[in-house]
């Protein structure tokens, strides 16, 4: 006869599980990359309503359509810069946010509906019901930062906050890379039932804790345009940092500059490879290839920097620097699992 607790993880299907996040995950990381397209075309205003429920249905019709246009002519962005715009060059625009949208609530009930389904036939290991639901939460509270954020730029401002869109930004991830965590946790599970979760190793966290300081810099410059101050590489224009930029001394330079903002960006990038290579080497002697991928990764993303400076932010360049960004921090997470399982699997 079976104790409870045996009972209980007889079944449980922890890589059922652990397959179901790293889907949910994909997501997460189509939806960063249709997130940094909206941004650099300029749509994220283009819907001035927050509808969770009837918005998934787009304008069906020319009146509807024109309902939705005569709205977003009521923002400061409409009158500073597109006045001249079309009811087709609406829809352009219209598009990148709706699909930004769309993708939330797909990932909302690809995350809610499956988790409901594991619970009702009892695969969720035990001690990993309440980390499932945690990851859900975040994901609510994210629609909720998505509109605060949009709002933001609706009434005084033509732009949002850069300081909100970091928020944004950084939620998605945090709850990107806790579902990879957790389904790793889940995979080790799977090997070997008497497996613990991984723990954050000392070398892990400093190499994800300057990843995320740098993803953050990273939505500054994108919020403030900082990407556009200097479009040269190693210097900024004839030097390291161009003289006559008024500074003030204080934090806000370092959040606020848009100079400021793409120099410490710039150049926090080799501090944080430095850390990831050490991670990655760390994670290479326990027997993964993550390692291998990490530096690939962070290299890749340096250049990818450079790149979109040098090409005037060119949207095709930027894009695949926000998305490598995402595909960084999941093998940053996977070399920082690895040095921090308890038990290493042969």
Known sequence: MLLPSAAFMSHARPRAVARWLFVVAALIVAMVVVGGIT??????LSITRWQPVSGIVPPLNDAAWQAEFDRYKRIPEYAAFNRDMTLAGFKAIFFWEYLHRLLGRVIGLAFALPLLWFAVKRQIPRGYGIRLVALL???GLQGGIGWWMVASGLSERTDVSH??????????LVILAGLVWTALDLMQLHRDRLATPARLAPAALLGLGLLFVQIVWGAFTAGLDAGYAFASWPLMGDSLFPAGVPLTGTLADAVDNPVMVQFIHRWLAFAVGAALFWLAVRATRRGSRAGFVVVG????????????????????????????????????VFAAHRIGIRKAFV
């Open 39 to 44: 941004r650099l075309t300029e749509s994220g």
């Open 137 to 139: 939460a975040m994901g």
């Open 163 to 172: 300081l909100r869109l970091a928020v944004h930004l950084v939620t998605a």
């Open 297 to 332: 990764l962070v290299t890749l993303q340096i250049f990818l920097g450079i790149a979109t400076l040098m090409t005037g932010v060119l949207i095709e360049v930027a894009v695949a620097h926000q998305a490598n960004a995402a595909l960084l921090l999941i093998a940053t």
